[in-house]
Structures are given as structure tokens and as C-alpha cells.
């Protein structure tokens, strides 16, 4: 079993080495792969690829080519948001932003080009169709314009208007949640699994997501740049609605504990399940340190 | 067997109805909807579709879907072509572009949704998922960053560069003829042609493509603005490479000439393998009128 310091290793190589065979353009190379190489924390593959060795599926080169595409499609999300029309963001993991580096033009492309490449991945490897076409439905719906896309139209409209905590959830669920949810459940899909034991890792993942953006929300206020690689206070600054602003931090933290524990929940539901060892899983709850 | 004018209302018919179910953030539905109802000519899925029943295939539920993805893909294109960032285009289709209707934000984010709602068509149906799987993987390629993508970079990096005509017809391949040639490659994936004859369809797409991009070149220097529904005499105003600018117009209408002529001999070639009527294409010939 492959710990998550490891698993980054190994999907930070894989993309570092299977992505220029993809692209025919030097300078939409240049600016898609410094952004996928810009060495995030690889959460959402690194997702996939534990609940895959959970079930006892290898790592080989079919599973990290599908199971790496959620990093393309993130790495798209990151790009588009960060542009002038967006929330034009000058830094981004500690380095100048795509679109500082390459222009909005390229760094739209670039963007265009990874949402695309992910769809590519899961269907351009040995995987049985019918697990290439759930995966790509399942990613399609995730990151999609009732997914991922509706959270970010959600979040531009909401700038000026105070949500309330549950239009607040709704919009993180689609923004952040949809995509952590379908890391999960990828592995389920990979390996198999039937419906009940794919909906509760989608039901896990949903948790995790929604644990992530409180935890994201908090640092805004609480860390530093240095610590998060980007901009903070930006939040407040933008008029953004967030967890703290919503429910001061001591009620964005129960609101993040919450999560956290009904996430735990899920996780022994899914050994009850399953009959497998999901503790592999407590690495990314781990991630929550306040 | 339905003609060009059937389809497309049957298209647009279908496009107006399904696409409402598949969005859930009201100002991102209106702003996709917008441009996809903005009512194009409906070239590519009506190739797929023309496709499909020259093979004696259905135009059910199913097959639609998965045939008008690539107009969801297509305006997705038109879209953030348009953007400031990038061709900076005010009208489109005789209307106010996406981005001048919704803001720039919007409008990149009106893009991002169509492209993944695209492969969520392709999977969200009945069909075999072998079929879905090679459509998924067939429109990644032709859309994306060795596609598509690759040839809208080229474009950019392009505009203050004299390209070859060997480069010209690089970029174009690559900017118009990818997607045009899985238009055709569609109709026989899902039929399930053999690749020899799915091979002369994406040929015959290729070279329509190629007679595409010359033919709108040089209606941007000799057509009027009344006529195509967007700006004319841009090209030239913005230093784009052409088959005009770089062969005159004489020389344009023999490159497109042979293009055509191409186009007619592998149509022929697709009758003498398959023993189908391909009249059909002639329609869609019959779009180059000088």
C-alpha cells in the first residue's frame, strides 16, 4: 500500500512524463504543463489511487493514466479561476500565476486544453469501456454545469448577496465537493465495486470536500501567505462569502469537526461494507491540523 | 433519410430541450443557452447525423445526444474565442457576443460548461459504452491540446509571424479540420463501421474542413458583414494568416477547388468500399458558393 508522500511522487512523475506526448503546440505545452507541474498536493488522484489499493487494484499504468486525470481537470478549474475575468489572482502555489506568466489568451487555451486532455486520459488507456464511459460520465456530471461549473457561476454571483449557511453548503457542494466526491468514487469505479458501496464513497468524498473548503475558508483568515502558497485575507477583501464570515471561526471550526465526523462515519460504514481496511483514508483526514 | 434543413431544426429542437435539465445555476444556463440557441448552421452534428443514415442507422434519442455534443463543443469554442483575451469579437451570429451579453467571467465559464457537458452527452445514453468510450476518446483528441486547442495557440503565436502555406494548412488542420473530421468519424463509430471506412470518413471531414477554413477566409475579405453575422475584414486588420493574404484570392479559390475536388474522390471512395449511397455529403458541398 502506497502512503500519500509516495502516491505524490509517483502522479507528479507520471504527469511529468505523459503529458508532453499529448500536446502538439510548444508554447500551450509550456503553460499547461507549468501549471500541472507546479507541485500541488495531488489530493484528488492521490483519492483515487488509495480507494483503488484499498479494494486490492494494482497501480499500474491503465489506472494512474485515468486516475491522474482529475489532476488535469483540477489544474484547468485553478487556471480559469485565477484569470483577470475571474478572480484575478496574481499567485498561485507560491509562483506567478498562469495567465502573469503566459497571458490570459494562452492561459484560457491552457485551461481548455486540461478540461479536455482529462476526458482524453480516461478513455486513451487499456480499462474496460464500459469503466472508461462511467468514469467519463461520472466526471463529466462532476465538473460539469450542474457540478463544478454551477459552484463557480454560484460564486460570482454571490459576491454581492449574503448567502445564508445552507445556499453557502449548496454552493461549496457543487464548487468543491462534486469533484473531491468523484476522486472517490473513481476508485469504486475502477475496481468494480457495486452501487451501494460506490454511492458511500461518493458519500465520503462529499464529506472530505465539504471539511476541505471550511478548513480553506479558515486559513484564508487564520494562515499566512508563505503557509498557503497564495494570497489570504482575499476573502474578505472581495466581499466572498465564506464559513467564518458566515458563523465567526469557532462555528466554521464545529462546522469543520462536523464534517469531519460524519466523514468518519462513512468511513466505518464502508468497512462494515465491505469487509475492507479503509484506514489508509486517515491520511487526508489528517490534513485538517487547526 | 431527413435533409441539412430537417436536421437542423431537429437539432435545435433538441438542443433547446435537453439542454435546460443538465445546468443548475440560473445566469449559467442563460448564458450557455444564449449562444447555443443562437441558432448556427448545425454543420458538424448534421454530418454525424447524415452519417448515421447513410448507414440505414436511427436518429432515436440516443444518437441524437451523443450526435449534438459536438455543437455544445463547437459554440464552447466560439465562445472563448470571442473572449477580450483572446480574438476580442463583439458580435457573433449577428448578436452581441457572449462575453459583451454576460461579462467575461461568465462567458469563460459558459465555455467551461459546454465543453464538459459535451462529454457528458456522449455518455449519458443508451449506447453501447464501446461506442461511447471511442466517441469520448475520438473528441478529446480532435478538440484538445494536439487538436483543436493546439491550433487556436498556433493562432495566437501566429498573428505577428508570416506562416508558410505548409504551416497555414498546419494550423488549420489542427483549428477546423480535427473537429469537421470527427463530425463524419461519429456517424461511423456509431454505426459501427469497420476502420478502413471510418478511416475515409474522417478523410472525407479533413478535406470539407480544409475547403471550410479556406472558403471563410475569403468571405471575411469578399464577404459583408449582413452576410456572415460577424465582422468582416478582420484578418487582415489583425495581421491573422490566410489563405488570401498569403495566395490572393485567385490562388484561394484554387486551393479550395482542390480541397473539394479531394473531398469528392474520397466520397466516391467511400461509396466503392461500403456499397452506400453518399449522395447525401453533396449537400454539404454545396455550402461553398464563391
Chains 1, 2 share one sequence.
Do not use: C
Not at 148 to 167: F, K, P, S, Y
Amino acid at each position: 500500500m502506497l502512503e500519500l508522500k509516495e502516491l505524490k511522487e509517483q502522479i507528479d512523475q507520471f504527469l511529468e512524463q505523459q503529458m508532453p506526448s499529448d500536446i502538439d503546440q510548444p508554447t500551450l505545452a509550456s503553460s499547461m504543463e507549468y501549471s500541472v507541474n507546479a507541485g500541488g498536493k495531488r489530493l484528488r488522484p492521490a483519492l483515487t489511487l488509495t480507494t483503488v489499493q484499498i479494494f486490492g487494484g494494482q497501480l499500474n499504468q491503465n489506472v494512474m493514466k485515468a486516475s491522474t486525470a482529475i489532476e488535469l481537470l483540477h489544474t484547468y478549474s485553478l487556471i480559469h479561476d485565477d484569470l483577470p475575468a475571474m478572480d484575478n489572482d496574481d499567485l498561485r502555489r507560491g509562483k506567478p500565476t498562469n495567465h502573469k506568466k503566459f497571458g490570459a489568451g494562452m492561459a484560457t487555451l491552457a485551461g481548455d486544453g486540461l478540461l479536455t486532455m482529462a476526458f482524453q486520459w480516461l478513455t486513451d488507456n487499456q480499462l474496460p469501456t464500459e469503466t472508461q464511459a462511467e468514469l467519463t460520465l461520472a466526471l463529466a456530471k462532476a465538473a460539469g454545469p450542474a457540478g463544478m461549473v454551477a459552484g463557480q457561476a454560484r460564486d460570482i454571483e454571490g459576491e454581492h448577496q449574503n448567502l445564508t449557511l445552507e445556499q453557502l453548503r449548496y454552493l461549496h457542494r457543487q464548487k468543491t465537493g462534486d469533484l473531491l466526491s468523484y476522486a472517490v468514487l473513481a476508485g469504486g469505479i475502477i475496481t468494480k465495486q457495486d452501487s451501494t458501496t460506490k454511492n458511500l464513497l461518493a458519500d465520503f468524498g462529499a464529506q472530505f470536500g465539504l471539511a476541505f473548503q471550511i478548513y480553506d475558508d479558515l486559513m484564508d483568515v487564520v494562515g499566512t501567505a508563505k503557509q498557503m502558497g497564495k494570497a489570504v485575507h482575499k476573502d474578505a477583501s472581495e466581499h466572498k462569502n465564506t464559513y467564518p464570515g458566515l458563523l465567526g471561526i469557532q462555528g466554521a471550526e464545529e462546522q469543520l469537526h462536523l464534517a469531519l465526523k460524519q466523514a468518519k462515519k462513512t468511513q466505518k460504514k464502508l468497512v462494515d461494507k465491505t469487509g475492507h481496511d479503509f484506514s489508509a483514508y486517515d491520511q487526508f483526514l489528517a490534513y485538517f491540523k487547526l
